[in-house]
């Protein structure tokens, strides 16, 4: 899954979102440092406390509406792509 870019990849492709992650921000799990954050992850996605939801048309367009808003004040809402490595080298002639 792509957590890096969560909301664009995810989010606002599939218009699913984690809901009351219990960790605050949605994260790679592997990242999670302590194992009673890890211990209550997984205790919340089993009793159902944290779950997958389906958003509506509304919901998704007031979603992208926020993060867009996020973005401009600085927040790290969409990671950018990275850049090609040649991007900038002129092209070799054959």
Known sequence: MNYENYERKIVETYSIALETFPLGTVVNPGK??????????????????????????????????KNIERQARGEKVYKPRKRRTNATSAKSQG
């Open 32 to 65: 999670i440092g302590r194992r009673e954050d890890l211990v209550r992850l997984l205790d919340s996605l089993m009793d159902g406390s944290c779950e997958w939801v389906k958003l509506t048309d509304t919901e998704l367009t007031e979603r992208v509406k």
